[in-house]
């Protein structure tokens, strides 16, 4: 555009809009913080071309020249400063996820200047690794919160991570235990008089986590004031979505609560322990059962209220879910298949064995 050769193949249109004679494309050319700016508007079209040229002066508008030759790894280090404030393994993982940017960016290296990186290189970068969907969903989210970080300090202004989105994780069927394995659990955990500390203790956390359908946080957290005896309620809360919710206390669940009541002291956790990870391991060692966890027996209780029937919206107000039931029916499908089997055989032409025919006219 700068020689006689090149100005008379571009005509001018008007205001900063050019238009190149040999195939009609549109131009745009203007100064942007004492920088020239000369793109295409890749379009024929002159109505769109200058909505294009709007939208592009936009964009340059809000970007901050004076930090156009910030490196990407001076943006992460920027980046790193904000996050302190997070839980110490979040921040660990971020900074791996740091790390390995600035080691292994595909063009230019950790010196590469933020206003060149293109969609593409983002792309690379992530190609780089073999990772499950939960990893590469991480490093693509930390991945587009450094960039939208960039947009919103005015050095870019469209972050080259936007496009980016999640891998949806499968759902494996987990295994859960049978009713009698929990109970045989119990009992081993119950039997072994030197574990660390109390066997009771022990066996009591567990058979309340699977007879009340709760966590191990929720287990214990819980204290003798949570238990509304006249109400016949727990009042617990769920600290990984930060919500407090109650559930009935079961007629499974009372004969242990009865035992472990201390009215006279309502500050007291019902519970001396924060979990029982090495008494379930060696139960299920000695008992040659697979690797059960805590989570594994709420997974027992959710699957046992499904096959007896109990409506699932009542199972998710149990679990202090908020979706009516969503994540239940998506995680426990497989459950709902084997009840669903077993509810259609009472789907007969005839009556069941279990239903009793009405008489018509009354008693004779």
């Known amino acids: ?55 592009l002066k936009q964009e340059r508008e809000q970007v901050d020249p004076s930090q156009g ?18 839980k110490p393994k979040t921040v660990g993982r971020k900074s791996l996820i740091i790390r390995r940017i600035k080691s292994h960016w595909p063009t230019g290296g950790r010196l590469t200047q933020v206003t060149r990186v293109k969609p593409s290189h983002v792309d690379l970068w992530i190609s780089r690794y073999r990772f499950g969907p939960h990893s590469r969903n991480l490093h693509m989210e930390c991945m587009k919160q450094i960039f939208e970080m960039a947009v919103r300090d005015g050095i870019i202004s469209r972050s080259p991570a936007a496009h980016l989105r999640r891998v949806k994780p499968q759902k494996p069927i987990r295994a859960t235990p049978s009713f009698e394995e929990f109970k045989a659990i119990v009992e081993s955990i119950r039997s072994q008089k030197f574990n660390g500390h109390d066997a009771e203790e022990s066996a009591d956390f567990v058979e309340f986590l699977g007879l009340a359908g709760l966590g191990k946080a ?14 016949e309620k727990i009042t617990t809360f769920r ?7 109650a559930i009935p206390i079961y007629p499974q669940l009372k004969p242990l609560l009865v035992r472990r009541r201390r009215d006279d002291v309502p500050n007291e956790r019902v519970f001396k322990i924060n979990d029982a990870k090495k008494a379930i391991a060696n139960a299920c060692r000695r008992l040659n059962l697979p690797q059960y966890s805590h989570i594994s027996f709420r997974r027992m209780f959710i699957t046992r209220a499904i096959e ?45 064995e279990n239903v009793v025919p009405m008489v018509k006219g009354g008693a004779a």
């Open 1 to 55: 555009m700068r020689t006689h050769q090149n100005t008379s193949a571009f005509q001018k249109m008007g205001e900063c809009l050019y238009r190149y004679s040999s195939n009609g494309v549109y131009y745009a050319r203007f100064e942007s913080g004492g920088k020239e700016i000369r793109r295409s508007l890749r379009t024929t079209d002159r109505a769109s071309a200058q909505r294009a040229l709007v939208w």
């Open 69 to 86: 030759k910030l490196t990407l790894a001076e943006l992460c280090d920027r980046y790193c400063q904000t996050i302190q404030h997070q």
């Open 218 to 231: 929720e287990a214990a957290a819980l204290r003798q004031s949570d238990i509304d005896w006249q109400r």
């Open 239 to 245: 600290h990984k979505t930060k919500s407090g919710f």
């Open 308 to 352: 007896r029937g109990v409506d699932v919206k009542v199972i998710a107000e149990w679990q202090g879910h908020k979706d009516g039931g969503k994540l239940i029916l998506d995680t426990y499908s497989h459950v709902n298949r084997a009840h669903s089997d077993r509810m259609a055989q009472l789907m007969t032409d005839g009556l069941p």
